[in-house]
Structure formats: C-alpha cells, structure tokens
C-alpha cells in the first residue's frame, strides 16, 4: 500500500460542524474504497499567498490515508463537488509502506499529541 496526503482549503467562515460533516464524507468515500485513513490535521486558519474566489484566509486541513491509488480520484472528487473547498492537492507520501499497523500506531500517536497542543 502506498501513503496519501491530501491537503485542502476551505473557506474560514465554515464552522466546525460543516467541517466534520465533509470530513465524514470522506471517510465514508475511504470506507468504500477499502482505504485506511491514519489521521486528519486540522491547521487552522491561515493568510493565503494569493486571493481565491475573493477569500484572503482559508482553514487548512491534512488527510492522510494509505491505499493501492484507487481512492485518489474518488476523494478529489468529493472535494471537488463541494462548494467550501477552495483548493486541494494529494500527493504521494511514501510508495511501500510495508508495516501497516506500525503506521497506523505512530499515525494515532501523532493525533493524540496534536490534540493535546
């Protein structure tokens, strides 16, 4: 299985329930894909380099899921066809990862010391 990280900016008005709500989409997509979702990072509201769709500020949110690639399309897809989302991008994190559960471990460890900060 390959690691996935898919970063996407949606507008800073959405409160925190419009953002569970696409982030359960998401999961549902990876659900039925057979994909493992490790974690999301929620990086808060930041200044944009460059204006979009007359929006200074956007919220920044890191997915990361493992899978063979097959999911890839069907999560843009669900970004894409949501009106919050200003931009996305998924790259490719690491091509093998071999150990699955190690990776699950340290990825649950990583959301257990972002949700202390």
Same mark, same amino acid.
């Given at each position: 299985?390959?690691?996935?990280?898919?970063?996407?900016?949606?507008?800073?008005?959405? *409160?925190?329930? !419009?953002?569970?709500?696409?982030?359960?989409?998401?999961?549902?997509?990876?659900?039925?894909? !057979?994909?493992?979702?490790?974690?999301?990072?929620?990086?808060?509201?930041?200044?944009?380099?460059?204006?979009?769709?007359?929006?200074?500020? !956007?919220?920044?949110?890191?997915?990361?899921?493992?899978?063979? !690639?097959?999911?890839?399309?069907?999560?843009?897809?669900?970004?894409?066809?949501?009106? *919050?989302?200003?931009?996305?991008?998924?790259?490719?994190?690491?091509?093998?990862?071999?150990?699955?559960?190690?990776?699950?471990?340290?990825?649950?460890?990583?959301?257990?010391?972002?949700?202390?900060?």
């Amino acid at each position: 299985m390959r690691e996935y990280e898919t970063t996407f900016i949606v507008q800073p008005e959405i *409160s925190d329930e !419009g953002v569970q709500a696409l982030c359960e989409r998401l999961d549902a997509t990876l659900a039925k894909q !057979g994909a493992i979702r490790l974690l999301y990072d929620d990086q808060g509201r930041r200044r944009m380099a460059y204006e979009i769709r007359h929006f200074q500020k !956007g919220r920044y949110i890191l997915l990361m899921y493992l899978d063979k !690639g097959t999911v890839v399309p069907e999560v843009e897809r669900v970004l894409r066809l949501d009106d *919050s989302v200003l931009r996305f991008l998924t790259v490719q994190a690491k091509d093998e990862v071999v150990d699955i559960e190690a990776r699950k471990a340290e990825a649950a460890e990583l959301e257990r010391l972002r949700e202390q900060r």
